[in-house]
């Protein structure tokens, strides 16, 4: 996991401020879990406070300091029967060791793709059914992978740098962000490499500053996570094309995934 978003951190709100689109989805599933929760790669608690906000209790862990001392102001300022519910921690995926076992265990917003290397799923995916109740559930989502479009953006080197259409004010500017990305499949190591920029420009238009962000994924195909998490103890209980829980109809789209611990497993 080589994402550092220590100095992301405080612009990741910015840019994620409006993404709302899965937050309802995990927020169901808190209150079908009638029990604790484990939020995955929390960030800064996009989905941990309307989680507690719904009168669910939720952990979160986050392998970045930054990201769990920014989700910890925000939660400070939360009505205390809010932020009471909240508990949050630094934590690798792979690795992190906890007392509790939870009813539900999260990993949205694709943070799973941030492990590159297919022991590290393996990793997670045993630790994760270690920390769940009996027939405990995981619910995650990632994108599914487009042949096509991988095929459009695998040549070397990669696609020029280009502007997203995303423009942000810093509220404590009042500065426009202007978001700029290249963008590049490595199918021999099944990854995704994307380089953004972020200018930050005056009243008078000049770039007044400029932070770059490298962002690495391990894109998964469908098949192939279905054998991962029966490799690792979980059988497929959902799997769905949106975040209204509608069907899978066609490939390139988004894989939203609900798995239960085994009835019966040993570990190998």
């Not at 550092?4 to 409006?18: G, I, K, P, Q, S």
């Not at 696609?159 to 978001?179: A, K, M, Q, Y």
Request: aromatic letters at 12%; a negative charge; hydrophobic letters at 40%.
């Amino acid at each position: 996991m080589g994402i550092d978003y220590a100095e992301f951190a405080e612009l990741y709100d910015l840019v994620y401020e409006h993404y709302d689109d899965d937050i309802a989805f995990y927020v169901r599933e808190a209150e079908r879990a009638h029990g604790l929760c484990l939020e995955l790669g929390c960030g800064t608690g996009r989905i941990l406070i309307p989680t507690a906000t719904a009168g669910f209790e939720i952990m979160g862990l986050d392998q970045s300091a930054a990201m769990i001392a920014l989700a910890r102001r925000k939660i400070a300022k939360l009505a205390p029967e809010i932020g009471q519910r909240i508990t949050v921690a630094e934590g690798d995926m792979r690795s992190f060791q906890l007392d509790q076992r939870f009813a539900l265990v999260t990993v949205p917003f694709r943070a799973f793709l941030h492990l590159l290397q297919v022991s590290d799923q393996i990793a997670a995916l045993q630790n994760i059914r270690r920390h769940l109740l009996p027939r405990g559930r995981l619910a995650l989502n990632f994108f599914d992978p487009s042949l096509e479009y991988i095929a459009a953006h695998s040549r070397i080197p990669s696609g020029t740098l280009h502007r997203t259409g995303e423009e942000f004010v810093d509220p404590s500017s009042n500065h426009l962000l202007v978001e700029w990305a290249t963008i590049q499949y490595d199918q021999l190591n099944q990854r995704l490499d994307q380089y953004f920029i972020y200018d930050e420009l005056d009243q008078r238009g000049r770039v007044v500053k400029r932070l770059y962000r490298e962002l690495r994924m391990r894109y998964i195909f469908r098949w192939e996570f279905e054998h991962l998490l029966h490799r690792c103890g979980f059988e497929v209980e959902a799997l769905y094309g949106s975040f209204d829980r509608g069907p899978l109809l066609q490939a390139g789209g988004e894989l939203i995934w609900i798995a239960r611990e085994m009835e019966s497993y040993e570990s190998p």
